[in-house]
C-alpha cells in the first residue's frame, strides 16, 4: 500500500519561500508519476505542478509558473515543491498525489494522496 506523507507547510510573509516535501513508501517509487495539488477554502482541488517518473517531465499551472519548481529525488523516494515569491492566493492546503498510470493533471488521475500540508501567505 503506497504511503505518501507530506511536510514543509507554514506560515509566510507574500514574496517569501517554502519547500513543501512529500515521502513516498510502500511501492517501488521511481514507477510513479507525482504531482502537487492544492485546495483553498470553498474551492476545488487544482493541480499546481506535476512531474514524471521517466525523463521527468514537468507540468505547472499557470499560477505558479516561474514561481514554483517540483522535483524528485528517487534515491530518497520524495518529491519536493519548492515555492518562491509566494502570494496571497497561494495560500491552501497542498497536497501529494502518486499515479502508476500515464501522466496526467487531473485528481482523477491521481491513485494516492496524501493528508495534505498547510500553506498560509499572509500580506
Known amino acids: 500500500q503506497v504511503q505518501l506523507v507530506e511536510s514543509g507547510g507554514g506560515l509566510v510573509q507574500a514574496g517569501g519561500s517554502l519547500r513543501v516535501s512529500c515521502v513516498f513508501s510502500?511501492?517501488?517509487?521511481?514507477?510513479?508519476?507525482m504531482a502537487w495539488f492544492r485546495q483553498a477554502p470553498g474551492k476545488e482541488r487544482d493541480v499546481v505542478a506535476a512531474?514524471?517518473?521517466?525523463?521527468?517531465?514537468?507540468y505547472y499551472a499557470d499560477s505558479v509558473k516561474g514561481r514554483f519548481t517540483i522535483s524528485r529525488d528517487n534515491a530518497k523516494s520524495t518529491v519536493y515543491l519548492q515555492m518562491n515569491n509566494l502570494k496571497p492566493e497561494d495560500t491552501a492546503l497542498y497536497y501529494c498525489?502518486?499515479?502508476?498510470?500515464?501522466?496526467?493533471?487531473?485528481?482523477?488521475?491521481?491513485?494516492?494522496w496524501g493528508q495534505g500540508t498547510q500553506v498560509t501567505v499572509s500580506s
Open positions: 498525489a502518486a499515479s502508476s498510470a500515464r501522466f496526467g493533471i487531473l485528481s482523477r488521475e491521481y491513485d494516492y
Open positions: 510502500g511501492r517501488a517509487f521511481s514507477g510513479y508519476n
Open positions: 512531474i514524471s517518473w521517466i525523463f521527468t517531465n514537468t
